[in-house]
């Protein structure tokens, strides 16, 4: 946390710097980093600079943070074009524990939808014969080291490392 002057370890777990403060209904899991977005196409700008502040906090180039973003904006715009039965915010948590940087989307009010089972995409097809959908899923199951999912109690919660 070199630009906030708080080494991380002063506030992993304790009282984080303002910028990276848990809002009160919201709690710090672990080191684990969450705000709430608006079920919304127009929330990925304040994702991205959620995102970018988070990294920058962390020391992380920015440079490494593409894949990062592509990963999130395909999962949140997933989420909201596919799960229409709730009008919740959707959270999105971060974590960093040298080397692996974690995220979590949580979707509160929803039906489970296992993204971790999304049917394989025949690249070697022509683009004509392969249906529409599926390229974004299967880009998450390929740059991620994990993708993880859980639902329970009408929440969905995808964790990718």
Sequence with gaps: MQELGFPRAAWCGGAAPAAFAAPADRAVTACMIERLFAREFRSIEAIVDFVNGFLTAQGLDQDQAYDVHLIIEELFTNRVKYSRESTADIELGLDWQAPVLTLRLRDFNVEPFDVTKALPVDLDRPVEDRGH?????????????????AWAGRTSTITVT
């Design 133 to 149: 959908g599926g390229l974004g899923l299967h880009f998450v199951q390929r740059v991620a080291d994990g993708l993880d999912y």
